[in-house]
């Protein structure tokens, strides 16, 4: 094996030949390239893929891995995503990227032209890894890794030596927030197919229908019977309630069914409907469920869920710097700021959701009352378009915080594949410890993971660049796929699309 200070020289090498990626100059009147950056946020999810590798593959430094994953439980379980720069698959925010991608596409799939066909395929990869996860009924497996050995090590996912652990719910380790968001993905992902592929369709919300079945008759929080597998990494901090109102809501509007409608109606306020927290993500699906329901009642004028516009609005006043009811931080730049945990998967959110219920509500020729204060669809595109904007450079550190995006972007984010040399460059096995000295290091990442959107600035807008600051420098799955919906739309609302 190679010693530590031959894989720096090589990465040094490496590195010097690694130009600046430049954005194209936007169009006139944007203050971005939203089309750029819309395909570079898509192509992100082919670095994130686990399993066998297609030929059309683009981003090419990253090669097959996990081709074993669920021997372990004797099922197959290859395929899906790594959540972010671990070699560990989490059902649970896999599940919600899913149904986050889906949405993307099902309100904003109109504008994408040349790129719906890839966000499909971003889709698809993770539905397929879904369809093996709930083949058996009541048994749903939520995870293959063991993250507590893999943080243990730093190596490429092509490398990958520690333990392919399986875990999974079933009715006697019940883990209704995984099973709820799984059935989620797979309704609003077969709604994405409905046209394009039928059978696909058919199969997804056939599946969609068995797994909410099965979350809501074995009610149970999954951080409890796998705790030591899933805390503290995506522990279910918010309970399981917030999951079966979205679930509801995507079997609602991929079925049509009245069942679904009625369990809404009679279950909506048990299930948080009408709580006023306010931060939307893998864990807390509460404002989603309410801003997709908004739209039954403004759009669909399905009187019956007449309080969700209340609901949707209060969240919506919540975001809104000055306005009665503002409940949300902005940092001195102008950035939403939540938390210092990954806080930019707030902001894509966010900004997500404002594009869509402005949406909602053009079609409905409605605004939003935040007590007393008028807010228009217009003022709600203008905030989200200033959180993209700053996401894409228009901040304090003039930094884009997407990889490949602009002049100056992160150069040594948390992510193991893209930190060590790619297998084509240095196909010698790179063993569990020894890439820490490049993890610890100041070297720029050879591979750039573009499109990767990181964890972001902290409260003051700093943002130090370093490779160990998983707070800040850690891309996901779940930052990216709200931003897919956001993108189309503003690429396309200033005639770059």
Same mark, same amino acid.
């Given at each position: 094996?190679?010693?530590?200070?031959?894989?720096?020289?090589?990465?040094?090498?490496?590195?010097?030949?690694?130009?600046?990626?430049?954005?194209?100059?936007?169009?006139?009147?944007?203050?971005?390239?939203?089309?750029?950056?819309?395909?570079?946020?898509?192509?992100?999810?082919?670095?994130?893929?686990?399993?066998?590798?297609?030929?059309?593959?683009?981003?090419?430094?990253?090669?097959?891995?996990?081709?074993?994953?669920?021997?372990?439980?004797?099922?197959?379980?290859?395929?899906?995503?790594?959540?972010?720069?671990?070699?560990?698959?989490?059902?649970?925010?896999?599940?919600?990227?899913?149904?986050?991608?889906?949405?993307?596409?099902?309100?904003?799939?109109?504008?994408?032209?040349?790129?719906?066909?890839?966000?499909?395929?971003?889709?698809?990869?993770?539905?397929?890894?879904?369809?093996?996860?709930?083949?058996?009924?009541?048994?749903?497996?939520?995870?293959?890794?063991?993250?507590?050995?893999?943080?243990?090590?730093?190596?490429?996912?092509?490398?990958?030596?520690?333990?392919?652990?399986?875990?999974?719910?079933?009715? =006697? !380790?019940? $883990?209704?927030?995984?099973?709820?968001?799984? &059935?989620?993905? +797979?309704? /609003?992902?077969?709604?994405?197919?409905? *046209?394009?592929?039928?059978?696909?369709?058919?199969?997804?919300?056939?599946?969609?229908?068995?797994?909410?079945?099965?979350?809501?008759?074995?009610?149970?929080?999954?951080?409890?019977?796998?705790?030591?597998?899933?805390?503290?990494?995506?522990?279910?901090?918010?309970?399981?309630?917030?999951?079966?109102?979205?679930?509801?809501?995507?079997?609602?509007?991929?079925?049509?069914?009245?069942?679904?409608?009625?369990?809404?109606?009679?279950?909506?306020?048990?299930?948080?409907?009408?709580?006023?927290? =306010? !931060?939307? $993500?893998?864990?807390?699906?509460?404002?989603? &469920?309410?801003? +997709?329901? /908004?739209?039954?009642?403004?759009?669909? *004028?399905?009187?019956?869920?007449?309080?969700?516009?209340?609901?949707?609005?209060?969240?919506?006043?919540?975001?809104?710097?000055?306005?009665?009811?503002?409940?949300?931080?902005?940092?001195?730049?102008?950035?939403?700021?939540?938390?210092?945990?990954?806080?930019?998967?707030?902001?894509?959110?966010?900004?997500?959701?404002?594009?869509?219920?402005?949406?909602?509500?053009?079609?409905?020729?409605?605004?939003?009352?935040?007590?007393?204060?008028?807010?228009?669809?217009?003022?709600?595109?203008?905030?989200?378009?200033?959180?993209?904007?700053?996401?894409?450079?228009?901040?304090?550190?003039?930094? /884009?915080?997407?990889?490949?995006?602009?002049?100056?972007?992160?150069?040594?984010?948390?992510?193991?594949?893209?930190?060590?040399?790619?297998?084509?460059?240095?196909?010698?096995?790179?063993?569990?410890?020894?890439?820490?000295?490049?993890?610890?290091?100041?070297?720029?990442?050879?591979?750039?993971?573009?499109?990767?959107?990181?964890?972001?600035?902290?409260?003051?807008?700093?943002?130090?660049?370093?490779?160990?600051?998983?707070?800040?420098?850690?891309?996901?799955?779940?930052?990216?796929?709200?931003?897919?919906?956001?993108?189309?739309?503003?690429?396309?609302?200033?005639?770059?699309?």
């Amino acid at each position: 094996m190679a010693s530590a200070s031959s894989f720096l020289h090589h990465l040094l090498l490496i590195t010097t030949l690694i130009s600046a990626a430049t954005a194209h100059r936007p169009h006139r009147g944007a203050t971005h390239n939203y089309k750029d950056a819309l395909t570079k946020s898509i192509m992100f999810f082919e670095g994130q893929r686990s399993g066998k590798l297609p030929p059309n593959q683009r981003i090419t430094w990253r090669k097959n891995s996990g081709l074993s994953d669920g021997a372990a439980m004797k099922v197959d379980l290859v395929g899906g995503y790594y959540d972010a720069g671990d070699n560990i698959k989490f059902g649970f925010p896999m599940a919600f990227t899913t149904t986050m991608l889906s949405w993307s596409v099902l309100e904003f799939g109109g504008l994408m032209k040349g790129e719906l066909g890839n966000a499909k395929e971003a889709i698809r990869w993770a539905t397929d890894y879904l369809l093996k996860a709930t083949a058996q009924p009541d048994v749903i497996y939520v995870q293959v890794g063991d993250a507590t050995k893999d943080h243990a090590c730093w190596e490429r996912p092509e490398d990958m030596d520690t333990p392919r652990t399986v875990l999974k719910i079933d009715r =006697n !380790t019940p $883990g209704t927030e995984v099973a709820a968001e799984t &059935a989620a993905a +797979l309704a /609003s992902a077969s709604l994405v197919f409905r *046209k394009s592929d039928r059978t696909y369709s058919k199969l997804l919300l056939k599946r969609a229908i068995r797994v909410f079945e099965f979350a809501d008759k074995y009610r149970g929080t999954y951080s409890n019977g796998l705790k030591r597998f899933v805390c503290p990494y995506y522990c279910s901090y918010s309970g399981y309630e917030d999951e079966l109102l979205w679930g509801a809501a995507w079997l609602h509007k991929a079925t049509r069914s009245p069942k679904y409608l009625n369990y809404i109606q009679r279950n909506g306020q048990s299930l948080g409907g009408g709580e006023t927290d =306010n !931060t939307f $993500g893998w864990d807390n699906k509460h404002a989603g &469920a309410r801003v +997709l329901l /908004s739209k039954a009642f403004l759009v669909q *004028k399905l009187q019956s869920l007449h309080d969700y516009k209340g609901h949707a609005d209060n969240f919506i006043c919540s975001l809104i710097p000055g306005a009665p009811f503002s409940q949300s931080e902005y940092t001195p730049g102008g950035l939403l700021f939540k938390m210092d945990d990954s806080n930019m998967q707030y902001v894509t959110s966010a900004s997500f959701l404002l594009v869509t219920y402005a949406k909602y509500l053009t079609q409905a020729k409605k605004v939003v009352n935040c007590g007393g204060s008028i807010v228009t669809p217009k003022r709600l595109r203008s905030i989200a378009k200033k959180q993209v904007d700053y996401l894409l450079g228009d901040n304090p550190l003039k930094m /884009s915080y997407m990889v490949g995006y602009g002049s100056r972007y992160p150069r040594r984010i948390h992510h193991r594949g893209s930190s060590l040399p790619s297998i084509s460059a240095h196909p010698a096995k790179i063993q569990c410890g020894a890439g820490f000295s490049i993890m610890h290091s100041e070297i720029p990442n050879p591979n750039i993971l573009i499109g990767a959107v990181v964890g972001g600035p902290d409260e003051k807008d700093h943002f130090p660049d370093e490779r160990s600051d998983y707070f800040q420098s850690e891309p996901a799955t779940y930052i990216n796929a709200p931003l897919v919906g956001a993108l189309s739309y503003l690429a396309h609302s200033f005639g770059q699309l």
